[in-house]
Structures are given as C-alpha cells and as structure tokens.
C-alpha cells in the first residue's frame, strides 16, 4: 500500500553537508499525515531525528538537529527531504524515512511505514 525509498546518503567530512530523500508510493500515499526520518547508530537505539505532518506544515525536530537539519516536502512528487547541514560524527548512522496515516506527527508516535534505510557516514 505505501512504499518509502530513501536515496542521498553516503560519506561526508565533519561540518559539511548531505540531502536526504524520501519518495513515497502506492495507493495508501494520499493516507498519508506523517512523514519523518529516523536513525541508528551502530549500537544504539533508534532514534527520531525529523517529521512534517503534510496537511498543517507542522514540523518537529530532535533536540540534537535543531538550526543545522531542516524537512521539508515536494508535495506534487509525493517526497520528503532532509537538508543537513554543519553535520557531527556523532550524526552517523542509518537513517530511516518513516510514515504515518493519523495524526500527531510528533517524534515518539507510532510510525508504522519504513523504508531501507540510506547510510549516513561523518568522518572527523
């Protein structure tokens, strides 16, 4: 019913910047309220790092990525992006595009669609 494809990661040095993407498809898209990104470090949790709810604008941030990543949403192509910027080392991982069909957008809700995953490197 939805399917979410992540693409733009890859290795980038401290400070520096990547763009993630995210496009969804399938006939459950126009369900679609949530839309944000997630991460795993090796050894840790996952963790939400960004959301947009698609019908207000609203958006949410980890305390971590505030004023260096920003979401934001290509409606007419059904895709998420996230713009990162003055990246850390300690922003590698896996980052994970995830979807929501009800409201409350909000990092700790429940996503119920994943895609892959796209790795994020960050060297020193």
């Known amino acids: 019913q939805v399917r979410l494809r992540e693409s733009g990661g890859g290795s980038v040095q401290a400070a520096g910047s990547l763009r993630l993407s995210c496009a969804a498809s399938?006939?459950?898209?126009?369900?679609?309220?949530?839309m944000g990104w997630f991460r795993q470090a090796s050894g840790k949790r996952r963790e939400g790092v960004a959301a947009v709810n698609r019908g207000t604008g609203t958006t949410y941030y980890a305390d971590s990525v505030k004023g260096r990543f920003t979401i934001s949403e290509y409606k007419g192509r059904d895709t998420i992006y996230l713009a990162m910027s003055s990246l850390k080392p300690e922003d590698t991982g896996m980052y994970f595009c995830?979807?929501?069909?009800?409201?409350?957008?909000?990092?700790?809700?429940?996503?119920?669609?994943w895609g892959q995953g796209t790795q994020v490197t960050i060297s020193s």
């Open positions: 399938g006939q459950s898209v126009r369900n679609i309220i949530c």
């Open positions: 995830a979807a929501r069909r009800y409201g409350s957008c909000s990092l700790d809700s429940a996503y119920g669609d």
